[in-house]
């Protein structure tokens, strides 16, 4: 299934802007972004529910783009569910081959089948509003499993579920998609923790404008641009301005009143040192820490701790170093308190650079990494 | 159990819990001596209009039921003559007339209404918003100015009888009709829509399976306001339908206040018998009303 070049226009803004796209046979992927980044406006276009304004939408060698939405080999998971109401669980699964007419003497046994699959046989005969939000989240997918499909289209499924149903249909959908071999899943969601969970790659929306598609691991590792680095990993990197400069084949960085040396693996990874040197320094919350009793006097920076969250697992504090505020992750115990005077380093390779002006990434990615994620 | 009394009322209640832990009710918020005396003031002016609306149905029901009714509220000598009377001959006819008429009338106008308001609601048509404006506006238009070209009309066609007439009904209780259906469908989310649409359903699919099951306390409330319409019309039918067989009960209704002797019995009988379809059509939607939007767990959020 591939996007080609494909823009989606309302009024003349631009919600979808040339999005070019692949989406492999039988992968998991993950549409993520912030509301308003286009992501369900993309996904109605694979669905046939919007047309693009410009450029074309492929499934297999076959141009869908004119085609209209129900002749496409695509099913679809509402956010809202759109269980019909007015019919029982049965009939809800029955409405798709009903109204295509397919024949009547399996459909008892594929309803079985299906609501056996989902764990919904003793449901069959509720009608929608006597269900949990889990069972109508069920209800839901089996509509759209019952078509045997070749892609599945969801929208923000588990967005109206309670946190904790939320990780166990995570965990459900998962394994859901590695039983139907050969379909492939889009997904979409505005939750990136969901979207590192679930997808074998994560493409990364804003503004309508496709920032960058990769695996979990390699968004986390190697973010293309600070959007990208912000938006993939809990709490929020920390993105500071800092200076580089680089002679004989060495780095030296300095951010927030810290100076380091960076590790030789990063170093080799930097493509080209900006003219005045002037850099924005990423530091995950997990790679800034306390400082240890050795280390010379340079890699530490004093800090006053303003706000402390225990996430139960993590503490991390958000401290004022300066006039910069910055998240790092604190030992459990002793446990920090507000107003707490800290002294602060960072692991040196583990920092990521990206351009003030253009915002993207200074680092080339890690060949040995490369080849892993193209596969 | 005890019931907790506040002996030292300046204070508030305590809540704490009993000796053996259990909780304690704290005493009970009685209506004050002002708010009693207002309430009975209040009840009794209410009482004393709704008596006044109640004093006709009163003579309606008695009358009907007296051999020697006249237009005040008496004692009844009870007698079901007035019912056998009114049940009989050209009487009975007209009743079936109004129930031809209004039948006819709801069936056009209910079926045109939904495929109207379904367009309205959902597709893009060009000046949707002065189209809609100007259907509500003739939803107002009194009958009484169009009926007289429209009697010409019929009369050069040759259309003076009950099935034209009943067109002419359904047509104008139409723009309410569709008006009042299209803010119903509106109601229906989309998404039942496009999902049943993603399922290849065809739009005549969508209306019979989803829209129309989904809007129908509002489909019903304008099939009976239509109904209504046409089963108490008077001007129009009495206009429009040259033959005297073919009118329906209110014109019938009508003429006993012709006759040299009015019998009071026997329009009372027959009023009652006249509301009787009206009576039985809200009892049976009340339960559709009451349930209202059955859309409780097909959307959330």
Redesign the interface.
């Known amino acids: 299934m591939r996007f080609d070049h494909v823009w989606k226009l309302f009024e003349g803004n631009a919600v979808v802007s040339d999005l070019d796209l692949k989406i492999r046979e039988g992968e998991f992927l993950v549409l993520v972004g912030p509301s308003g980044c286009g992501k369900t406006t993309s996904l109605r276009m694979l669905?046939?529910?919007e047309r693009p304004s410009h450029g074309r939408i492929w499934m297999g060698d076959k141009d869908v783009t004119d085609l209209p939405?129900?002749?496409r080999d695509?099913?679809?998971v509402?956010?809202?569910?759109?269980?019909?109401?007015?019919m029982s669980v049965k009939k809800n699964l029955a409405?798709?081959p009903k109204?295509?007419k397919e024949p009547k003497k399996d459909l008892d046994r594929r309803i079985n089948e299906v609501a056996d699959l989902l764990g919904i046989r003793q449901l069959l005969n509720r009608?929608?509003?006597?269900?949990s939000?889990g069972q109508?989240q069920r209800v839901a997918l089996g509509?759209a499993l019952i078509?045997e499909p070749q892609v599945f289209l969801m929208d923000e499924p588990l967005?109206?579920l309670d946190a904790a149903l939320r990780v166990q249909m995570r965990a459900e959908l998962i394994r859901l998609h590695n039983r139907l071999e050969n379909t492939t899943t889009v997904y979409v969601t505005h939750d990136q923790v969901e979207a590192l969970t679930m997808g074998d790659r994560v493409a990364v929306l804003k503004d309508g404008v496709l920032l960058q598609v990769d695996s979990a691991n390699d968004l986390y590792e190697y973010p293309e641009s600070v959007f990208v680095g912000e938006f993939i990993g809990s709490p929020k990197m920390n993105v500071q301005p800092g200076s580089l400069n680089t002679s004989g084949g060495v780095a030296n960085i300095e951010c927030l009143g810290v100076r380091t040396t960076l590790s030789p693996e990063i170093t080799g990874r930097i493509e080209a040192t900006p003219s005045g040197g002037s850099v924005l320094v990423g530091i995950r919350p997990h790679d800034l820490h306390l400082a240890g009793e050795s280390g010379p006097e340079s890699e530490r920076v004093q800090g006053l701790i303003d706000i402390v969250e225990h996430t139960g697992t993590e503490v991390f504090a958000t401290i004022d170093v300066g006039d910069a505020k910055v998240i790092a992750r604190l030992p459990r115990t002793p446990l920090p308190v507000r107003g707490q005077k800290v002294e602060l380093a960072f692991n040196a390779d583990r920092v990521l650079l990206f351009d003030v002006e253009s915002r993207k990434s200074l680092l080339r990615r890690d060949s040995e990494r490369e080849k892993v994620s193209i596969r | 159990m005890t019931t907790h009394v506040d002996t030292n009322p300046g204070n508030p209640p305590e809540l704490d819990a009993a000796a053996d832990g259990s909780p304690v009710l704290p005493p009970e918020n009685r209506p004050t001596q002002s708010t009693a005396l207002r309430s009975l003031t209040t009840n009794t002016v209410l009482g004393g209009i709704g008596l006044l609306f109640v004093a006709p149905m009163l003579w309606l029901l008695l009358a009907s039921v007296d051999s020697h009714a006249s237009w005040g509220i008496e004692w009844p000598h009870f007698s079901l003559i007035n019912f056998k009377h009114v049940l009989t001959g050209s009487l009975l006819h007209s009743l079936l007339n109004s129930v031809i008429l209004a039948v006819i009338s709801t069936a056009i106008a209910s079926i045109a209404g939904v495929f109207a308001a379904y367009s309205f609601s959902r597709r893009k048509i060009p000046f949707k918003g002065p189209l809609l404006l100007f259907i509500l506006f003739s939803s107002g238009v009194p009958l009484t100015i169009m009926v007289i070209p429209v009697y010409e009309i019929f009369a050069r066609f040759g259309f003076l009888s009950l099935f034209p007439t009943a067109v002419f009904l359904s047509v104008t209780s139409l723009p309410f009709e569709v008006y009042l259906m299209k803010n119903f469908i509106d109601a229906v989310?989309i998404?039942?829509e496009?999902?049943?649409?993603?399922?290849?359903?065809?739009t005549l699919?969508i209306l019979r399976?989803?829209i129309i099951?989904?809007a129908m306390p509002g489909i019903a409330a304008a099939a009976i306001f239509g109904f209504v319409n046409a089963w108490g019309s008077f001007i129009v039918p009495l206009i429009l339908i040259s033959s005297n067989s073919q009118q329906p009960a209110p014109i019938a209704l009508y003429t006993f206040l012709t006759l040299p002797k009015v019998e009071f019995g026997n329009i009372a009988a027959y009023s009652l018998v006249f509301c009787i379809p009206v009576f039985v059509l809200y009892a049976a939607s009340a339960r559709l009303f009451r349930e209202g939007f059955?859309?409780?767990?097909?959307?959330?959020?």
């Open positions: 669905a046939g529910l939405t129900g002749q695509v099913s679809m509402f956010q809202s569910y759109a269980l019909y109401p007015n409405f798709g109204v295509r009608s929608p509003s006597a269900l939000g109508r509509r078509r967005s109206n | 989310p998404d039942f496009e999902a049943a649409r993603m399922e290849q359903a065809s699919q399976r989803v099951p989904l059955v859309l409780g767990g097909g959307v959330k959020g």
